[in-house]
């Protein structure tokens, strides 16, 4: 199946026809339009409203058929709210429409003393997580879902770690100490209880084993924990576990400056590199008013290409080894090496080169990079073509993988799907097309589709994606603008070190930028990209500060493993690994 | 050289004792001390003791463990540009039960500490212990409500490679250092032979080893060319 999303023209003219035929039905139950930098119509609904707006949003008129993001805000410290509804937490619903290319932001404020909202697993499966996660962070309960606990921290905590009354650092605490009696006491509490989860041990006249795939184990990628209720080889379901890879990102946003948080972006998907840090520069510089310069889009463009190739290698090797094949893995971090030799000489780093700044990157290309890139453009695509010969055309991965876990266009946008897994189902949906940023709108590529949804077609559509990053690297290489790497601009951070020596004005003023950091106008942002899972956004309100006031990291493996449960039911156990191995996730990606 | 004795202590743990359990205390080389008694037995040990500690630390088998980004460059350490299996350390185990060492390969988080306490124990002695990047060793850049600030805090670690992530070549350089470290210990021959206490040599630090002529890199090379 093949489908078609609106080209990016389409966005943005006019007056938005679903905020108005939202007022026209619901007329004073929209309660405001709040004007931000998100680039999409942000509307506070009230709460007895909430389900009958989003139900109607999704119905076929208006075709919001994905729930993109799902979370909330503690508002009780913030300072610049002049117009906004009374709120002290307010939690926020991010639609996204593939057919109409659109999108739109509902808030709905709760005072502290009434934390409840009704849930909305049955119009968005994928609510499911995300309620949980809001639950688990600001305490925020949902009437009506179907499971609300704990989802990233220890069943035994206390608190809600992003309120903003809760301890931020580990020091602030007593040190930690593990005693027997503690590691009984938090062993029993990971236990699996089936009867929790509505599962029964017993059947007719079998038990079932519950088997745990986890929370260390080879082909899990990572710690994540997936507890298995098997009759035999088969998964009668299954309920994910996780959490275990918890690094607090969001709440470490709020105590790192704008400027110094961008190291922490490179490990959320600690395999996409720079890649990570180009919604976060992006979504500031939106709030700052930096245009930045081509040269510099270029230069981020192509090194965000280079990590989505040693990224999909690194998912390419892993993916393979899983369905049992030892060598490929071999020869895909040979070609990693390969990638990060030019990657280690142009940021001077391998995985996290933290190497964007806000309105530019840190230093410029340096003398001799197209030697370097040109050899990894040689050297990459006959390579690729071996891929495909060897181990994607292999009558074992071929039988292991085809119309395995295979999903729908329809389904994967129900359950939140962003990126090659999207589009292995055959719709295009590709943000690099469909709302360009960073001057991809310049570049010549194309995006490759899969026909079955299936775990060969999640495999063999990143060796296409490659193919296509290599072109794109072509280009930059082709055509980099001259120029400078940094914009001209007061909030530039680092400010450019030519002005810093002039005299002691311009120098207590780069003292300030580099040690305080830079202090940007209280507003709301949002940038979305297509990193190398799915789409990425950071979601960032600043309440003008050196600091953000909240990050909302939307991450696209997240919801890629909610829908395990619901695609692996009736499956053997050997699809599933063969299915873990095609999603292509981190577990940083997961938990942030 | 100094020693740090381990010994299996018989005593049942008690609910609140914590982790690490075994107590440990600083001694004297044991072969040494034998040398004054007999120069024969003395000598004949030594060489017992060396040959069966070169066949450890070229045998080491990895626990197929990994936590985070660590575990991304651990993994390129044993592929083939880094070839770990120069070293003798390739055969990766998916069980605790089979492996001769851990490495924590990323960020020891609160919910992930008593599951890496279990997979430790499950491992046979002789065992030990690499505590990979910024994050295994002290928290790193990771302050924060949701993780333990060093795995040190429960767990016995030979040796720290430092780095954020650290690149596959320190990994194998602390590979190599743990394999000195297991040239130099005096472990029990048998279960019926001698001593039954473990004795781990205190290998020198190489932050004070290197120092000299660390600081006698004075420039840098520029950025700007390749």
């Not at chain 1, 429409?97 to 709760?110: F, G, H, P």
């Not at chain 1, 770690?161 to 006491?185: C, I, N, S």
């Not at chain 1, 450019?496 to 207590?508: A, D, G, K, N, S």
Request: glycine share 6%; hydrophobic share 40%.
């Amino acid at each position: 199946m093949s489908v078609a999303t609106p080209s990016p023209d389409t966005l943005k003219t006019g007056p938005d026809s679903t905020v108005e035929a939202l007022r026209q039905r619901f007329e004073e139950k929209i309660v405001l339009e709040q004007a931000t930098l998100t680039g999409w119509p942000v509307l506070w609904v009230a709460r007895d409203t909430l389900t009958e707006v989003l139900a109607f949003l999704r119905d076929k008129s208006q075709a919001f058929e994905m729930l993109y993001d799902l979370s909330a805000i503690d508002e009780r410290l913030r300072s610049h709210r002049r117009g906004l509804p009374v709120s002290d937490f307010t939690v926020f619903y991010h639609l996204l429409s593939v057919s109409r290319n659109r999108d739109i932001i509902l808030k709905v404020a709760l005072s502290e003393d009434d934390l409840a909202l009704p849930s909305i697993v049955p119009l968005y499966p994928n609510a499911n997580w995300y309620e949980r996660e809001v639950w688990d962070m600001f305490g925020i309960t949902f009437q009506g879902h179907p499971h609300l606990s704990r989802i990233l921290m220890p069943p035994t905590w206390h608190g809600h770690p992003l309120r903003k009354d809760h301890h931020a650092r580990a020091t602030e605490f007593d040190p930690y100490t593990l005693t027997v009696e503690g590691q009984d006491r938090e062993q029993q509490a990971l236990k699996f209880d089936p009867e929790a989860w509505g599962m029964r041990r017993r059947h007719d006249d079998s038990e079932f084993m519950f088997l745990n795939l986890g929370p260390n184990h080879p082909s899990a990628h990572g710690a994540f924990r997936l507890v298995l209720q098997l009759d035999g080889e088969e998964i009668i379901d299954c309920v994910p576990d996780i959490g275990y890879h918890h690094r607090g990102a969001e709440k470490m946003a709020e105590r790192q400056s704008w400027h110094s948080f961008i190291p922490y972006t490179d490990r959320i998907d600690y395999t996409g590199g720079v890649m990570n840090n180009l919604p976060y520069v992006l979504a500031v510089e939106k709030l700052a008013g930096i245009t930045v310069t081509k040269r510099a889009e270029t230069i981020r463009v192509m090194m965000a290409e280079m990590f989505r190739i040693t990224s999909h290698l690194l998912f390419l090797g892993t993916y393979l080894q899983d369905l049992g094949a030892m060598t490929p893995v071999f020869f895909t971090f040979t070609d990693r090496q390969k990638g990060y030799e030019v990657i280690e000489a142009i940021t001077g780093f391998r995985m996290h080169p933290a190497w964007y700044r806000i309105g530019g990157v840190a230093h410029d290309l340096p003398k001799g990079w197209e030697k370097l890139v040109k050899g990894f453009l040689d050297w990459m695509p006959k390579r690729l073509r071996e891929y495909e010969r060897a181990m994607m055309e292999n009558a074992i991965v071929r039988e292991r993988t085809r119309h395995i876990a295979a999903h729908d266009t329809t389904e994967a946008l129900a359950w939140g799907i962003t990126g090659p897994n999207l589009r292995a189902t055959g719709l295009d949906f590709d943000l690099r097309k469909q709302r360009p940023y960073s001057g991809y709108e310049n570049f010549d590529f194309e995006i490759p589709i899969g026909h079955n949804g299936d775990a060969f077609d999640r495999g063999q559509i990143r060796i296409e994606e490659m193919r296509q990053s290599l072109r794109i690297i072509q280009q930059c290489l082709d055509h980099m603008p001259a120029g400078d790497y940094k914009a001209d601009h007061p909030l530039t951070t680092p400010p450019p070190r030519e002005r810093m020596l002039q005299h002691i004005e311009t120098l207590i003023t780069h003292f300030l930028q580099v040690s305080w950091g830079p202090v940007l106008k209280p507003n709301e942002s949002m940038q979305m990209i297509e990193a190398t899972k799915g789409i990425n956004s950071y979601y960032l309100t600043s309440d003008g500060n050196t600091m953000s006031y909240r990050t909302r990291i939307r991450t696209p493996s997240f919801p890629h493993l909610q829908h395990i449960p619901a695609l692996m039911r009736g499956g053997f156990v050997p699809d599933l690994i063969a299915h873990l191995g095609s999603i292509d996730f981190v577990m940083a990606d997961v938990d942030r | 050289m100094a020693y740090t004795l381990t010994r299996a202590t018989d005593a049942i743990a008690t609910e609140d004792s914590r982790y690490p359990l075994n107590e440990q205390r600083r001694v004297e080389d044991p072969v040494k001390q034998q040398i004054h008694r007999n120069v024969f037995t003395g000598k004949l040990e030594e060489v017992l003791h060396s040959a069966v500690n070169w066949g450890r630390k070229n045998s080491l088998w990895p626990y197929n463990f990994g936590l985070s980004c660590c575990y991304v460059e651990m993994t390129t350490a044993f592929t083939a540009p880094h070839d770990i299996a120069r070293f003798g350390a390739e055969v990766i185990r998916a069980s605790p039960r089979q492996a001769d060492f851990m490495v924590i390969a990323g960020t020891c988080f609160l919910k992930m500490a008593p599951v890496i306490q279990q997979l430790y124990d499950q491992m046979l002695e002789p065992k030990w212990v690499i505590s990979m990047g910024s994050c295994a060793n002290s928290g790193g850049m990771y302050d924060i409500y949701s993780v333990v600030q060093g795995v040190d805090k429960f767990l016995p670690v030979d040796v720290y490679i430092p780095g954020c992530p650290p690149r596959p070549e320190a990994f194998l350089h602390g590979l190599q250092l743990l394999q000195d470290s297991i040239q130099e210990e005096r472990r029990p021959l048998s279960w019926v032979v001698g001593d039954q206490g473990v004795y781990r040599a205190e290998m020198p630090s190489q932050r004070e080893k290197h120092r000299e002529q660390r600081i006698q890199a004075t420039e840098l090379r520029t950025p700007d060319s390749i």
